[in-house]
């Protein structure tokens, strides 16, 4: 007689993942990646169950690109500043629909339901928008009885008309949507088969915006209104935009909205608790990229290289299976699209540039990628293997340009009128395809001295090149050393690998 077998232990591979997007999120803040400044106590609960990622790096910048790499999975930035979901490609939600896997979006991101975001949140199942953060145009006349504050290099924005309507701390986006998505688990939990609940909270983005005790947390002896529209600039304090004094309560004001937000998020962490869900759920903490808040002295996400502020963000994901630990392994948003595809068992029809982080959390290989590319079009490309970042500029003119889109639209600035944020195609536009695409494109070149995308109206300061372990504040630039050659090759063979138009290699001086 055969021996008898030992039932199989069961399985806890996750079968549904949730994502908390939060906006503007800056690792060097939070508990649990060293800072002191703010207190992060839920973020950091959050840690304590986590895998860690200690080199994870933007992608496409900034926040409608991010969005692009982590929904549709490929590579945005070398392609276009800003937009939809293109007609060639599908975000991962198509593909989880046609497997009968709910998808739940709640979110308070103004960019998602306007100009430049179209078709991201069309293929979840159900989408909750919470009105009233930032740009989002929800009311046509303020509440006449708040003052408002400082509109630092900003005309009138849509959040002075909507400010006056949040009379206490469950009125504001923020909390709204957190607690939206709180209670989304509770009524959910265990009646799907399989869900993927996507939250895309746009704090701690500017505004920086909170009702007391947080406005005065970390700046109890400011006085008047307090400063929550952090100025868009290189050298604020040097240049007099701002003052010292200034400086510090525009920090506070991050601080504090940094907190609140954290509270709210542990409210979900309440109810994954509650219901049980780490032990079928993969929970992913990510952001689409980091904010200047006076290193360097600047301010906001002028036009700049992508420092380690910006760039190298907080990544922690929860695995039922997994210990909680860190991974040292080269990561990137790209890779979150991989992770979900991977988890989920799909694949979609365009091309896509990530790798799945689930074998790196199961110890299956120690890394996933060599380099990583980062960058806002037109502007710096930044070629990182986690000890260098390479920042190349252009060679000379910031020209030409390449834009490959079949959705003319972009991001609205609510300042500059819609031909100066994108100007249309023109007679040199020409029918071709996208790498890994059969459908025929639209490509617009602009050269020296034309009209071009508002997000490469910017002033260059040459290349940069940073050793991250030795000069992890990018102090020294060794650009013009001997080592930048090497840099510039591997840039170049990057960019050729990824097929990327060959006016981005003219203009940065990489030849074709």
């Known amino acids: 007689m055969a021996a008898k077998e030992e039932p199989a232990a069961p399985s806890r591979a996750p079968k549904n993942a949730v994502v908390i997007l939060l906006d503007s999120l800056n ?18 609960r959050f840690a304590g169950r986590s895998t860690r990622f200690t080199r994870h790096f933007t992608g496409s910048l900034p926040c409608m690109p991010a969005r692009h790499d982590i929904l549709c999975g490929a590579l945005d930035f070398l392609w276009r500043p800003w937009g939809s979901v293109e007609i060639w490609e599908d975000a991962i939600t198509c593909e989880l629909r046609k497997k009968g896997i709910v998808t739940q979006l709640i979110s308070d991101h103004p960019h998602l339901f306007e100009t430049g975001g179209e078709n991201y949140h069309v293929d979840f199942t159900a989408w909750d928008y919470q009105r009233g953060h930032e740009g989002d145009p929800w009311k046509t006349r303020p509440d006449p009885s708040w003052a408002g504050a400082p509109n630092f290099m900003r005309k009138h924005m849509p959040y002075d008309d909507s400010r006056g309507y949040f009379h206490g701390e469950e009125d504001f986006p923020g909390p709204r949507t957190m607690g939206a998505a709180a209670r989304w688990l509770s009524d959910n939990a265990g009646h799907h088969d399989r869900f993927m609940l996507f939250v895309d909270e746009f704090d701690p983005h500017e505004p920086f915006d909170t009702p007391e005790p947080y406005a005065s947390m970390y700046d109890a002896d400011w006085e008047g209104a307090h400063l929550i529209w952090p100025p868009y600039v290189n050298g604020g304090i040097e240049k007099g935009v701002i003052t010292e004094r200034q400086a510090r309560q525009i920090r506070a004001s991050y601080g504090g909205k940094l907190t609140m937000i954290d509270k709210w998020f542990g409210k979900i962490m309440d109810e994954l608790d509650r219901h049980d869900l780490w032990k079928d759920t993969l929970v992913i903490l990510c952001t689409d990229h980091g904010h200047y808040l006076g290193e360097k002295d600047i301010w906001g996400k002028p036009g700049v290289p992508v420092y380690e502020p910006l760039g190298h963000i907080p990544l922690m994901i929860a695995h039922p299976d997994v210990a909680p630990g860190t991974c040292d392994a080269l990561t990137t948003g790209v890779d979150l699209f991989a992770t979900l595809a991977d988890l989920f068992g799909v694949a979609v029809r365009q091309r896509t540039h990530g790798r ?47 834009m490959m889109s079949n959705r003319w639209s972009t991001m609205p ?100």
Do not use: C
């Open 413 to 512: 600035t609510h300042v500059l009128a819609r031909e100066q944020e994108l100007p249309l195609p023109d007679e040199r536009a020409f029918l071709d395809r996208m790498p890994g695409s059969g459908v025929p494109v639209i490509h617009q070149q602009w050269d020296k001295g034309d009209p071009v995308p508002f997000w490469a109206l910017t002033r260059f300061s040459g290349h940069h090149l940073y050793d991250l372990e030795e000069d992890p504040s990018e102090e020294r630039n060794l650009a013009g050393t001997p080592r930048e050659a090497d840099m510039a090759e591997r840039l170049r063979a990057a960019l050729l690998e990824l097929e990327a138009p060959g006016s981005q290699l003219i203009r940065l001086g990489l030849g074709r």
């Open 356 to 402: 799945s982080l689930l074998p790196l959390m199961r110890n299956e290989t120690a890394s996933i990628r060599d380099w990583v590319l980062t960058g806002v079009w037109g502007r710096e490309v930044h070629y990182i293997d986690g000890r260098f970042k390479y920042a190349r500029g252009p060679a000379g003119d910031n020209a030409p340009l390449t």
């Open 27 to 44: 690792r060097h803040m939070l508990g649990a990646y060293g800072g002191r400044e703010f207190a992060t106590p839920n973020l950091d």
